[in-house]
Nanobody
């Protein structure tokens, strides 16, 4: 089992950057594929990025490709989302998620554990 706690959200102007962090508990963090999702008001939760447990392969939503970077530190049990060139449409609550030995998918239903979320607001 793993517990996830996000941090790093805030208010930023369009074109700016933020780095989100997700701290994980548990002894087997290395075996989890980690992902970031986001949910804007009135919209469904959507996939942002994931990083596979086995080989570090990353996947991104088309809307963030080239602007966001997901990374992980297995020693510190941390996952990061570096967000550059932020746009107002990136405004959402961002959630960290974990799937045990997942292949890395965009489907929220495949992830077993979720954090409480951190708010990101991008002003125009």
């Amino acid at each position: 089992q793993v517990q996830l706690v996000e941090s790093g959200g805030g208010l930023v102007q369009a074109g700016g950057s933020l780095r989100l962090s997700c701290a994980a508990s548990g002894r087997t963090f290395n075996g989890y594929t980690m992902a970031w999702f986001r949910q804007a008001p009135g919209k469904e939760r959507e996939f942002v990025a994931c990083i596979r447990w086995s080989d570090g392969t990353t996947y991104y939503a088309d809307s963030v490709k080239g602007r966001f970077t997901i990374s992980r530190d297995n020693v510190k049990k941390m996952v990061y989302l570096q967000m550059n060139s932020l746009k107002p449409e990136d405004t959402a609550v961002y959630y960290c998620a974990a799937e045990w030995r997942g292949i890395g998918t965009a489907a929220a239903g495949t992830y077993d554990y979720w954090g409480q979320g951190t708010q990101v607001t991008v002003s125009s």
